[in-house]
């Protein structure tokens, strides 16, 4: 596994909740900053949510989904979770996994979260 590696994704209602889920490549150190981004035609890439290495209690939140998303990650498991509740439409997009600032060769094909009554 040489790319983050993103899953969960899929339809949602506004309103509704969807737990996505990323496989961080072995060779990302557990001490990099890691999280989510999403991109939507006709927008910039923008990060979304990401979460500390391993004995830092860090994180940091778009303010769009503040109170609404949570982040998580499993160091046992190499696994980063975003958790998000109360969707509205415009967290629809592609969502990846990378570390903060991104790396570029380790860029996945990403999530695609459709929001949609």
């Known amino acids: 596994q040489g790319k983050f590696m993103e899953s969960g994704g899929g339809l949602v209602q506004p309103g509704g909740s969807l737990t996505l889920s990323c496989a961080a490549p072995r060779r990302i150190p557990s001490t990099n900053v890691v999280g989510w981004y999403r991109e939507f035609p006709g927008r910039a890439r923008e990060p979304v949510a990401h979460?500390?290495?391993?004995?830092?209690?860090?994180?940091h939140y778009v303010d769009s989904v503040k109170g609404r998303f949570t982040i998580s990650r499993d160091f046992d498991k190499n696994v980063v979770t975003l958790e998000m509740n109360n969707v509205n439409p415009e967290d629809a997009g592609v969502y990846s996994c990378n570390c903060l600032p991104p790396l570029d060769d380790y860029w996945g094909w990403g999530t695609l979260v459709t929001v949609s009554a």
């Open positions: 979460i500390g290495g391993e004995g830092d209690d860090w994180y």
